[in-house]
């Protein structure tokens, strides 16, 4: 079975600092890991993603998360926080023969000026 | 090449009425997903459609709510008899193969129940 468990529900960074979003996984086979960003009122955009190539994974807006397999972990990362970054993120992960895609709770992250 | 596109947007109802909510996959999407958000938490799945069939609706309650996605037209998904407790953001979501590639997501459609 696959899950995913997303640390602290609400993110506070200031303008300018490390953004760092924690997200933890299980999962019984090799996962594909996604991170989704969902403004308020929208759907959800893939930021990007893990399929087993590089660890290290780039995505959209400056952002990117690795894959850490022996702390199952795939934590999203950008090194400095814009206000436009302001939304709720989502870690989601994919595995095996599975039809669905398992989504943490979210975090919220506010940019403060 | 558009995206996934879901209607309404926003759809009220009264208890007891029904709700269809519809969705229409990016360009050469075989794959339909549909999630469930609730207030405050994570997409849930629902059910995994491929055309004219149901892969995986192991998501779905087992009363009041069905989806189908025909071989012409969008993929809907329909909630009998609605109560307060269906209110919520459906969210649709297409890929081109098979499930663990991308999904890609359409805008939703936020249901209330009055």
């Known amino acids: 079975a696959q899950s995913v468990t997303q640390l602290g529900s609400h993110v506070s960074v200031s303008e300018g600092a490390l953004v760092l979003l924690r997200c933890n996984y299980s999962?019984?086979?090799?996962?594909?890991l996604f991170w989704y960003v969902q403004y308020p009122n929208q759907g959800l955009q893939l930021l990007l993603k893990y399929t087993s190539a590089a660890t290290l994974v780039k995505g959209i807006n400056g952002f990117e998360a690795e894959f850490k397999k022996s702390e199952t972990s795939f934590h999203l990362t950008k090194p400095s926080a814009h206000m436009s970054d302001a939304a709720e993120y989502f870690c989601a992960v994919s595995a095996g023969t599975g039809n669905q895609f398992y989504f943490g709770t979210g975090t919220s992250l506010t940019v403060i000026p | 090449n558009a995206g996934v596109m879901q209607n309404p947007r926003h759809l009220v109802r009264r208890r007891g009425q029904e709700a269809r909510l519809r969705c229409s996959p990016m360009?050469?999407?075989?794959?339909v997903y549909w999630y469930r958000q609730l207030p405050e938490e994570g997409l849930k799945f629902m059910v995994y459609l491929q055309k004219e069939n149901i892969i995986d609706e192991s998501g779905m309650p087992k009363e009041r709510f069905s989806a189908e996605f025909p071989k012409e037209g969008p993929s809907i998904l329909r909630i009998q008899q609605v109560v307060r407790g269906d209110s919520a953001a459906y969210f649709c979501?297409?890929?081109?193969?098979?499930?663990?590639?991308?999904?890609?997501f359409g805008p939703g459609t936020r249901l209330l129940v009055l």
């Open positions: 979501a297409s890929s081109p193969r098979w499930a663990q590639e991308t999904q890609y």
């Open positions: 999962s019984s086979v090799p996962p594909y």
């Open positions: 360009k050469g999407h075989s794959h």
